[in-house]
């Protein structure tokens, strides 16, 4: 039934039972995700029997891992580096038996 070739990343609806998922790998099979976390695996022939529609992806696609919108930002939980830092000016070598640097 569902002439939708899957791709990782792309959301359908199953109209039979309102299901919503995103399709998160495709190999032998079909892996899917629901809206709510779970996971599930089709085969391609269950894929193309299934009445599937394409869908839009949810507002919030991250509620099922308990993330907000806010959540996701890197600085949601009040990091951020100053534009002027070099991470790199804070990295120390560890020193190693035979070299210079050596106790």
């Given at each position: 039934?569902?002439?939708?070739r899957?791709?990782?990343?792309?959301?359908?609806?199953?109209?039979?039972?309102?299901?919503?998922f995103?399709?998160?790998a495709v190999d032998?099979?079909?892996?899917?995700?629901?809206?709510?976390?779970?996971?599930?695996?089709?085969?391609?022939?269950?894929?193309?029997?299934?009445?599937?529609?394409?869908?839009?992806?949810?507002?919030?696609?991250?509620?099922?891992?308990g993330l907000?919108?806010?959540?996701?930002?890197?600085?949601?939980?009040?990091?951020?580096?100053?534009?002027?830092?070099?991470?790199l000016?804070?990295?120390?070598?560890?020193?190693?038996?035979g070299?210079?640097?050596?106790?």
């Open positions: 039934m569902t002439q939708k899957p791709e990782i990343g792309s959301w359908f609806e199953n109209i039979d039972g309102g299901l919503l995103e399709v998160v032998d099979t079909i892996e899917v995700q629901y809206a709510d976390g779970t996971l599930d695996e089709f085969d391609w022939e269950q894929w193309r029997e299934m009445p599937l529609v394409p869908a839009a992806e949810p507002e919030d696609a991250n509620a099922a891992f907000t919108v806010d959540d996701q930002s890197p600085n949601a939980r009040g990091f951020s580096v100053p534009e002027d830092t070099n991470p000016d804070y990295v120390e070598g560890e020193p190693f038996e070299t210079d640097e050596s106790p």
